[in-house]
């Protein structure tokens, strides 16, 4: 019902900026927030950043101040600007929806991933 493809993905210096991009496609009846999230070789996957449902913006505190999330509802996209990239900011980047349980519109909430996009940010 629904697809997350993310892109823009790639490879930088320490210092450089990336724009990545999360397009959905598909129907929803349900309230859904919208996140990043990323997972580096042997580590846990992790939070970066989400628009929830009621418009409110969140990061993780490793990326405050140099990470923005933003959405063009018209295009059904999600963005991540990434500027001031570190080193350990390199790790595989995924674009998250959450549907939101509701008893009327959206009784069989589902939690949809994008396919990941690359991230390397070398010193």
């Known amino acids: 019902q629904v697809e997350l493809v993310d892109s823009g993905g790639g490879s930088v210096q320490d210092g450089g900026s990336l724009r990545l991009s999360c397009v959905v496609s598909g129907h929803t009846t349900c309230r859904y927030d919208m996140a990043w999230y990323r997972q580096a070789p042997g580590k846990e996957r992790e939070f970066v950043s989400v628009f929830g449902s009621d418009g409110s913006l969140s990061y993780a505190d490793a990326v405050k101040g140099r990470f923005t999330s933003s959405r063009d509802n018209a295009k059904a996209t999600l963005y991540l600007q990434m500027n001031n990239l570190k080193p350990e900011d390199t790790a595989m980047y995924y674009c998250?929806?959450?549907?939101?349980?509701?008893?009327?519109?959206?009784?069989?909430?589902?939690?949809?991933w994008g396919q990941g996009t690359q991230v390397t940010v070398s010193s």
């Open positions: 998250k929806m959450r549907e939101i349980y509701d008893t009327v519109f959206c009784v069989r909430p589902k939690i949809w």
